[in-house]
Each structure stands twice: as structure tokens, then as C-alpha cells.
T-cell receptor, first 108, second 117 residues
Framework: QKEVEQDPGPLSVPEGAIVSLNCTYSNSAFQYFMWYRQYSRKGPELLMYTYSSGNKEDGRFTAQVDKSSKYISLFIRDSQPSDSATYLCAVNTDKLIFGTGTRLQVFP | DTGVSQDPRHKITKRGQNVTFRCDPISEHNRLYWYRQTLGQGPEFLTYFQNEAQLEKSRLLSDRFSAERPKGSFSTLEIQRTEQGDSAMYLC???????????????FGEGSRLTVL
């Protein structure tokens, strides 16, 4: 079993839609959870960071962690074409362990 | 711009040749990481350094791969006797020393794309 599992998509939605991206992880000891965004031919960049369980909101983005079910979510409200990218969930030990990434396409 | 810099951005080589990639981290960052990313996959951890010390190597890092970080500044990743399966994007990242408000965020470069023919 992979340490972090993520549906690779692709996911295609119209502009303005609410997007839900999800991951599961295997090790209950993980405490730090991150979402990175990666545009085509670029390196990943940090989008959201959450410690332990709970929600964190930043503008149109909300990150959610449910440690009881080992589930990580990212919600994007009012999605824009500029949100089209690959979204990578990650858990942090002394290094980052990434999921496979979900490719998102937001069309006008 | 003082971000992570990688060179070359793209390398095409023939099977069996050696290649070397260079990474210049953000100057005040003590930790430096190498990842490999293939199409449709997330980055896979290869190795990381704390200053000049290589602290961990993944089992993915076969004996044809070697990484160095002399003097704790820039790092090189060398692949000897390249194989077609080595074709990938090689990403370098850096982060501040843990304990200095460390969130664990890694700052990535734009990657070095390797194509082995």
C-alpha cells in the first residue's frame, strides 16, 4: 500500500464550479499535511498547509484533514481557468511524501 | 530572483552516457532535497542533505546515482550509465533548518528534464 493515495483524474469542470480533491494516507502518525500546485513544466509550489486535524481556509481554498479516517481534502470555490494545474497532496515527516497528483482543468 | 535554481533545464542523452545535474538552493536554506517525477506521477523522494551531510537515500537511488553537496551549498546529482527508465524530471528543493519556524515547506526549482534515447 502506498503511503499517500490520490485519484489522478483528470478532472474537468466549468468555471465557477466547486472542486473537491481528495487523498488518503496510511500512517496515523503523520501530523503535517500539505497541498502543492504544479503548473505544466514547473516545479510544485505550496498552496495550503495544515497541522493535525481540522480545516484551514485561504481565500477560495479550504484544506481539511480528518485523522480518524486518514482523509485529506482540498476544496476550491468559484474555480477559475487559472486554477487549471495538477494538485498534489503531501504528508511531511522529515521529507515530503506525495500523492500521484490530480490534474484539474477549469474551462471557461 | 533568489529561488531554487537548476541546471540544465533539459538534457537529452544516449543510453549508457553519464549526466550531471546541478542545484543551487535558496541561500539561507540548510536542507536540500532531490526528487524524481515521471509523467502522471507525483514527485518521488530520492535523497536529502542537511548542510553537507547526506542524511537519507531512497531505495530508488540505485548505485548508478550519486549526489553530493560539497560545502553545504550547491548540490549535484550524477547518473552513470543512463538507462531509458531514467527519463524523468529531476526536481531539487530546499527548506530552512527545522526549528526555525519550520512548517516543512519545500521550495522547488523548475526541474531538470532528462530524456534518455
Amino acid at each position: 500500500q502506498k503511503e499517500v493515495e490520490q485519484d489522478p483524474g483528470p478532472l474537468s469542470v466549468p468555471e465557477g464550479a466547486i472542486v473537491s480533491l481528495n487523498c488518503t494516507y496510511s500512517n496515523s502518525a503523520f501530523q503535517y499535511f500539505m497541498w502543492y500546485r504544479q503548473y505544466s513544466r514547473k516545479g510544485p509550489e505550496l498552496l495550503m498547509y495544515t497541522y493535525s486535524s481540522g480545516n484551514k481556509e485561504d481565500g477560495r481554498f479550504t484544506a481539511q484533514v480528518d485523522k480518524s479516517s486518514k482523509y485529506i481534502s482540498l476544496f476550491i470555490r468559484d474555480s477559475q481557468p487559472s486554477d487549471s494545474a495538477t494538485y498534489l497532496c503531501a504528508v511531511n515527516t522529515d521529507k515530503l511524501i506525495f500523492g500521484t497528483g490530480t490534474r484539474l482543468q477549469v474551462f471557461p | 530572483d533568489t529561488g531554487v535554481s537548476q541546471d540544465p533545464r533539459h538534457k537529452i542523452t544516449k543510453r549508457g552516457q553519464n549526466v550531471t545535474f546541478r542545484c543551487d538552493p535558496i541561500s539561507e536554506h540548510n536542507r536540500l532535497y532531490w526528487y524524481r517525477q515521471t509523467l502522471g506521477q507525483g514527485p518521488e523522494f530520492l535523497t536529502y542533505f542537511q548542510n553537507e551531510a547526506q542524511l537519507e537515500k531512497s531505495r530508488l537511488l540505485s548505485d548508478r546515482f550519486s549526489a553530493e553537496r560539497p560545502k553545504g551549498s550547491f548540490s549535484t546529482l550524477e547518473i552513470q550509465r543512463t538507462e531509458q527508465g531514467d527519463s524523468a524530471m529531476y526536481l531539487c528543493a530546499s527548506s530552512p533548518r527545522p526549528g526555525q519556524g519550520d512548517t516543512g515547506e519545500l521550495f522547488f526549482g523548475e526541474g531538470s528534464r532528462l530524456t534518455v534515447l
